[in-house]
């Protein structure tokens, strides 16, 4: 069993920048697919990031494309997504997601941390 826990989520103005974390527990993630999704009131959840068991194959939605960057740390089972020039409609609880080895589904799921994009 994987414990995603997401942090760094707050109120930022637009333009700004925030840093979400997404810290893994129970077991080792170095070599799981990891996602990023978000939901925004009244809306369905949708991808953003995903980032491989190597740090170099990330891949992103048209939206956030060039504003934000996936990373991981193996050593502290960690995964990242910076939000640069962030927009109001980036608002959303976003969700980090382990999908492991043989890359089926997501099978882990974090709680969720809001970020809020004012104008």
């Known amino acids: 069993q994987v414990l995603l826990v997401e942090s760094g989520g707050g109120l930022v103005q637009a333009g700004g920048s925030l840093k979400l974390s997404c810290a893994a527990s129970?077991?080792?993630?170095?070599?799981?697919?990891m996602g990023w999704f978000r939901q925004a009131p009244g809306k369905e959840r949708e991808f953003v990031a995903r980032i491989g068991w190597s740090a170099g194959s990330t891949s992103y939605a048209d939206s956030v494309q060039g504003r934000f960057t996936s990373s991981r740390d193996g050593a502290k089972n960690t995964v990242y997504l910076q939000m640069n020039s962030l927009k109001p409609e980036d608002t959303a609880v976003y969700y980090c997601?382990?999908?492991?080895?043989?890359?089926?589904?997501?099978?882990?799921w974090g709680q969720g941390t809001q970020v809020t994009v004012s104008s």
């Open positions: 129970g077991r080792t993630i170095s070599s799981y697919l």
């Open positions: 997601a382990a999908d492991p080895p043989p890359y089926q589904e997501y099978e882990y």
